[in-house]
């Protein structure tokens, strides 16, 4: 009885003023953004390191060290590495490499994962999981038995000028659209599962085919997760380097990423020219981040609440 007379007691001014008090924030929430700000500041470290160092003269760095206050800012390493490695050449091998990959990629994937989500087939699980599986192998394990397979494989000289798999841009658009498939279909069968069934149920009825439902009922539906896919495939086959030094021997037909190894002398490197050339390299990704930005958020959000 007490404690209700007290707390009836009191007036609007001080209930307004018990209300008011602010609410002490969980101490896990303020752990988890403390650790967020030093995640975010550990990964944006080795850019802005990158930067720096682009931006200082080289006879500066090797008099007083990379690591010291600067004397001077330039950009005259950016147009160094620019002119001196050719960079439109090589942009260029990467677009053939990247854009052929990355369609190849998105329309076989979303054919198989039609297929394994829409078609009753009893081998549709042990195909997902086939699909899924290769993307357990590391790709250094298999590189040994792909050099010989490139060396062995015959192409027409219109996709090959060695007439081979090896050395050829045909060669790295085709393992990178074998080690990218089986993660896409992986993400696009998650996704097609959640399309409601309702929906393929009434096309059957209006007469649909097969072709019909895929083409027109269920890309358009997956169009966020596909600008997804196509943002992190482009960012992970333009990067790559792995394949183009393994499975190619002319400097000139290597993608852009590769191609920043021929601004490296056998005896001196300037890294200020390779700093400012890698952060030139990096700039087509960040444009195609920044396009395909809102789609890219989408899909994620989409896939998440849905199934």
């Known amino acids: 009885m007490t404690?209700?007379?007290?707390?009836?007691?009191?007036?609007?001014?001080?209930?307004s003023r018990v209300e008011a008090r602010p609410r002490r924030r969980p101490v896990y929430e303020v752990a988890a953004q403390t650790f967020l700000i030093c995640a975010s500041v550990l990964w944006l470290l080795p850019i802005?390191?990158?930067l720096y160092v682009a931006v200082r003269p080289y006879a500066e760095t090797q008099k007083y060290g990379y690591v010291s206050l600067p004397h001077a800012l330039t950009l005259r390493n950016f147009t160094d590495a620019w002119n001196q490695s050719d960079f439109p050449h090589f942009f260029l091998n990467s677009v053939l490499i990247t854009v052929p990959a990355v369609v190849i990629v998105l329309?076989?994937?979303?054919?198989?994962?039609?297929?394994?989500?829409?078609?009753?087939?009893?081998?549709?699980?042990a195909l997902l999981i086939l699909f899924?599986?290769?993307?357990?192998?590391?790709?250094?394990?298999?590189?040994?038995?792909?050099?010989?397979?490139?060396l062995k494989?015959?192409?027409?000289?219109?996709?090959?000028?060695s007439g081979l798999l090896y050395n050829s841009l045909t060669g790295l658009v085709v393992i990178n659209v074998a080690f990218q498939l089986g993660f896409c279909?992986?993400?696009?069968?998650?996704?097609?599962?959640?399309?409601?069934?309702?929906?393929?149920?009434?096309?059957?009825?209006?007469?649909?085919?097969?072709?019909?439902?895929?083409?027109?009922?269920?890309?358009?539906?997956?169009r966020p997760a596909l600008a997804a896919l196509a943002t992190l495939l482009t960012t992970w086959i333009y990067n790559d380097f792995f394949w183009a030094i393994t499975l190619m021997s002319s400097g000139d037909k290597r993608p852009v990423t590769s191609a920043l190894a021929n601004l490296q002398g056998q005896f001196v490197s300037n890294h200020n020219l390779i700093a400012a050339a890698a952060l030139i390299a990096a700039i087509p990704?960040?444009?195609?981040?920044?396009?395909?930005?809102?789609?890219?958020?989408?899909?994620?959000?989409?896939?998440?609440?849905k199934g």
């Open 3 to 15: 404690t209700q007379t007290s707390t009836m007691a009191r007036t609007p001014g001080q209930a």
């Open 48 to 50: 802005g390191f990158a």
């Open 107 to 125: 329309f076989l994937a979303s054919g198989v994962a039609f297929v394994l989500t829409r078609i009753n087939v009893k081998l549709n699980v």
């Open 132 to 150: 899924t599986a290769g993307n357990l192998l590391p790709q250094q394990v298999l590189i040994t038995p792909l050099y010989w397979l490139y």
């Open 153 to 161: 494989i015959p192409l027409p000289s219109f996709l090959s000028g």
């Open 185 to 222: 279909v992986f993400v696009l069968s998650n996704y097609m599962r959640s399309i409601p069934d309702e929906m393929y149920e009434a096309a059957l009825v209006d007469g649909a085919g097969v072709w019909t439902r895929f083409w027109k009922l269920t890309l358009p539906l997956c």
């Open 285 to 305: 990704t960040l444009v195609v981040y920044i396009l395909l930005q809102k789609q890219f958020v989408a899909g994620l959000a989409l896939g998440s609440s």
